[in-house]
């Protein structure tokens, strides 16, 4: 594609350094920076999607698994009620 650009003063110089430099022509120097420069811009290439594979979880029916962690909750009320009365059973309350 012929196309005219107006390139600011400092980009013409850093193609010109680049041109010096490498033995090549501006029209190579400027594709050259344009195409690392845009590469980020590039679609990534078509990789395999990631696919979980789900396992059951052998939960018995009625419990959701979303709501776990009420249950830990009440787990948690029942150890500390039954620490409390191990204690106060020591103390001879």
């Given at each position: 594609?012929?196309?005219?650009?107006?390139?600011?003063?400092?980009?013409?110089?850093?193609?010109?350094?680049?041109?010096?430099?490498?033995?090549?022509?501006?029209?190579?120097?400027?594709?050259?920076?344009?195409?690392?420069?845009?590469?980020?811009?590039?679609?990534?290439?078509?990789?395999?999607?990631?696919?979980?594979?789900?396992?059951?979880?052998?939960?018995?029916?009625?419990?959701?698994?979303?709501?776990?962690?009420?249950?830990?909750?009440?787990?948690?009320?029942?150890?500390?009620?039954?620490t409390?009365r191990?204690?106060?059973?020591?103390?001879?309350?």
């Open positions: 594609m012929r196309t005219t650009v107006t390139l600011d003063p400092d980009v013409e110089h850093l193609l010109r350094l680049a041109t010096q430099g490498s033995g090549q022509s501006f029209k190579e120097a400027l594709n050259d920076g344009l195409r690392r420069g845009l590469a980020h811009l590039a679609p990534a290439s078509a990789a395999e999607p990631f696919v979980v594979e789900a396992l059951p979880l052998g939960l018995r029916a009625g419990l959701d698994p979303a709501r776990l962690h009420e249950v830990a909750d009440d787990l948690e009320a029942e150890a500390f009620a039954e409390s191990q204690l106060r059973r020591r103390l001879g309350q």
